[in-house]
């Protein structure tokens, strides 16, 4: 078997694909796909060996202001006090844990890529006596040429190229960072283009939000991009942050103004007539003064404090030192405008019949006011906004939550952005969402999908014995109905 590597499979006609990888929509031969397993190897991210436990330790053994006190231990166990050199030792200790314990954690890095991985693959494969049949299997005996059966609530296990799709959906925001999931397609593609604009490929890791396909595997384990990914992570060297540093450069200064401390007061002491042995001591105690032997713990504790108040405001960050990372950032350059910002939506302007109004207020926060002509009205004076007001909150899956911590109360949404911002449109007008749902249950539904490009809602009027509708999408949709 000499299967050619597929390259730029998105830009090739899936005949042509077939032919390179020697399989068929129909799915590899059992023993084929046996062999190509030896000759590829498993499909899962190989880590490479890391740092041991003992290399780590002592690392954070090896620094300057660790030697110092070292030094400093020895000194006073030689000159008969060694209730000293017990506390010298403990603050050694306690800086050498918290260092360890936070290097290791970040070791584990690619081991949260491999999470990311399919635990179970749908494959379609052929017997012996040519019947096509489905298996289920393990992501990680999955081979180039495999043909991938894919559902809806499915991870994709391997890079493939689609041949076939039903309203298929994916989620690839861990891949390209777009919160928003893609619509896929079997058409050809031009070459040149990024890997968030190949609709007609699905990628390792990846998630399938709404309907089915089947795909042909093109790259398996480290060739995929999950793998180039993973790749790119073990290689990655590291540079020490600016706070280290700074500790780094304060150590050796405060290193040399201890010895030059100990040496005067030996010195003048020496001059003084003072018995060697008292000299030793002050001269000791004088050195251990000087050094801040408290400065690591307080950095990382310092540092913890900030990576949890980070974590409030749903910014989780795996290592504390990149919280020192992001404070010394000055510029950013990406296109990548929705993954940067708060990702929130606010309505602006309501475009009624016979009025255009300005919305005031900003993010997800429900306060605001409406101006009509400039002057602020209340909605509840505008019949018009009224009914409009009913549609964003009816036809609506998303829900504001309010949250408080020490400083302030902010809001985040559950749910699509741009129906967070109408509901928080709505409640600029004092409508109370949870009442006004219980007033109007909803009996029925037709939810939103990119064909029809619409969603409507259908609900019990209390008043009336008659269905409310309540209908949202695209302009060129909803004008056809009026």
Same mark, same amino acid.
């Given at each position: 078997?000499?299967?050619?590597?597929?390259?730029?499979?998105?830009?090739?006609?899936?005949?042509?694909?077939?032919?390179?990888?020697?399989?068929?929509?129909?799915?590899?031969?059992?023993?084929?796909?046996?062999?190509?397993?030896?000759?590829?190897?498993?499909?899962?991210?190989?880590?490479?060996?890391?740092?041991?436990?003992?290399?780590?330790?002592?690392?954070?053994?090896?620094?300057?202001?660790?030697?110092?006190?070292?030094?400093?231990?020895?000194?006073?166990?030689?000159?008969?006090?060694?209730?000293?050199?017990?506390?010298?030792?403990?603050?050694?200790?306690?800086?050498?844990?918290?260092?360890?314990?936070?290097?290791?954690?970040?070791?584990?890095?690619?081991?949260?890529?491999?999470?990311?991985?399919?635990?179970?693959?749908?494959?379609?494969?052929?017997?012996?006596?040519?019947?096509?049949?489905?298996?289920?299997?393990?992501?990680?005996?999955?081979?180039?040429?495999?043909?991938?059966?894919?559902?809806?609530?499915?991870?994709?296990?391997?890079?493939?190229?689609?041949?076939?799709?039903?309203?298929?959906?994916?989620?690839?925001?861990?891949?390209?960072?777009?919160?928003?999931?893609?619509?896929?397609?079997?058409?050809?593609?031009?070459?040149?283009?990024?890997?968030?604009? %190949?609709?007609?490929?699905?990628?390792?890791?990846?998630?399938?939000?709404?309907?089915?396909?089947?795909?042909?595997?093109?790259?398996?384990?480290?060739?995929?991009?999950?793998?180039?990914?993973?790749?790119?992570?073990?290689?990655?060297?590291?540079?020490?942050?600016?706070?280290?540093?700074?500790?780094?450069?304060?150590?050796?200064?405060?290193?040399?103004?201890?010895?030059?401390?100990?040496?005067?007061?030996?010195?003048?002491?020496?001059?003084?007539?003072?018995?060697?042995?008292?000299?030793?001591?002050?001269?000791?105690?004088?050195?251990?003064?000087?050094?801040?032997?408290?400065?690591?713990?307080?950095?990382?504790?310092?540092?913890?404090?900030?990576?949890?108040?980070?974590?409030? %405001?749903?910014?989780?960050?795996?290592?504390?030192?990149?919280?020192?990372?992001?404070?010394?950032?000055?510029?950013?350059?990406?296109?990548?405008?929705?993954?940067?910002?708060?990702?929130?939506?606010?309505?602006?302007?309501?475009?009624?019949?016979?009025?255009?109004?300005?919305?005031?207020?900003?993010?997800?926060?429900?306060?605001? %006011?409406?101006?009509?002509?400039?002057?602020?009205?209340?909605?509840?004076?505008?019949?018009?906004?009224?009914?409009?007001?009913?549609?964003?909150?009816?036809?609506?899956?998303?829900?504001? %939550?309010?949250?408080?911590?020490?400083?302030?109360?902010?809001?985040?949404?559950?749910?699509?952005?741009?129906?967070?911002?109408?509901?928080?449109?709505?409640?600029?007008?004092?409508?109370?969402?949870?009442?006004?749902?219980?007033?109007?249950?909803?009996?029925?539904?037709?939810?939103?999908?990119?064909?029809?490009?619409?969603?409507?809602?259908?609900?019990?009027?209390?008043?009336?014995?008659?269905?409310?509708?309540?209908?949202?999408?695209?302009?060129?949709?909803?004008?056809?109905?009026?």
């Amino acid at each position: 078997m000499n299967v050619k590597e597929v390259k730029k499979a998105h830009a090739m006609p899936i005949d042509e694909i077939i032919e390179q990888l020697e399989t068929s929509k129909y799915g590899l031969y059992e023993n084929e796909a046996k062999r190509r397993l030896d000759t590829y190897g498993t499909n899962e991210i190989v880590e490479k060996k890391g740092r041991t436990k003992m290399e780590i330790l002592l690392k954070q053994i090896n620094n300057p202001l660790n030697w110092i006190l070292l030094i400093v231990a020895i000194i006073t166990i030689l000159i008969d006090h060694p209730q000293d050199a017990y506390v010298i030792f403990g603050v050694i200790s306690i800086n050498t844990i918290i260092g360890f314990i936070q290097e290791y954690k970040a070791e584990n890095a690619i081991e949260s890529l491999k999470k990311m991985g399919a635990p179970q693959a749908e494959v379609l494969r052929r017997t012996e006596n040519d019947k096509d049949i489905e298996f289920e299997i393990p992501s990680r005996y999955v081979v180039p040429g495999d043909v991938l059966i894919l559902n809806s609530g499915d991870k994709v296990p391997a890079d493939a190229r689609l041949f076939e799709c039903m309203n298929l959906h994916v989620d690839e925001s861990m891949l390209t960072g777009e919160s928003v999931p893609v619509s896929k397609k079997t058409d050809l593609l031009k070459k040149e283009i990024s890997i968030g604009d %190949r609709k007609n490929m699905v990628f390792s890791g990846t998630l399938i939000v709404h309907g089915r396909a089947k795909a042909i595997v093109t790259k398996t384990g480290m060739q995929s991009e999950m793998g180039k990914i993973a790749s790119i992570i073990q290689e990655a060297e590291e540079i020490e942050i600016p706070i280290k540093k700074g500790i780094k450069k304060l150590t050796k200064m405060l290193g040399l103004l201890a010895l030059v401390l100990s040496i005067s007061v030996f010195i003048i002491g020496l001059i003084k007539g003072i018995a060697i042995q008292e000299i030793m001591l002050f001269a000791v105690a004088s050195a251990v003064s000087s050094i801040p032997e408290g400065l690591p713990i307080v950095v990382t504790v310092t540092l913890a404090i900030a990576v949890g108040k980070m974590a409030k %405001r749903n910014a989780i960050i795996r290592k504390l030192k990149a919280v020192d990372t992001l404070g010394s950032i000055s510029a950013i350059v990406s296109d990548k405008t929705g993954t940067l910002t708060t990702n929130q939506m606010t309505v602006r302007k309501i475009w009624t019949e016979s009025h255009l109004i300005p919305v005031t207020g900003e993010g997800y926060k429900p306060k605001g %006011r409406f101006l009509i002509n400039g002057e602020e009205t209340p909605p509840s004076e505008h019949q018009e906004l009224q009914k409009i007001f009913d549609i964003m909150i009816l036809c609506n899956d998303a829900n504001l %939550r309010d949250h408080k911590d020490e400083k302030e109360e902010y809001w985040t949404v559950n749910g699509d952005p741009t129906e967070g911002a109408l509901i928080v449109a709505a409640m600029k007008a004092d409508i109370e969402k949870d009442r006004y749902e219980i007033e109007h249950p909803r009996v029925d539904e037709i939810p939103f999908d990119s064909a029809h490009k619409y969603m409507a809602t259908f609900h019990k009027n209390n008043n009336s014995s008659k269905v409310l509708t309540c209908v949202k999408g695209a302009p060129e949709k909803v004008l056809l109905m009026c």
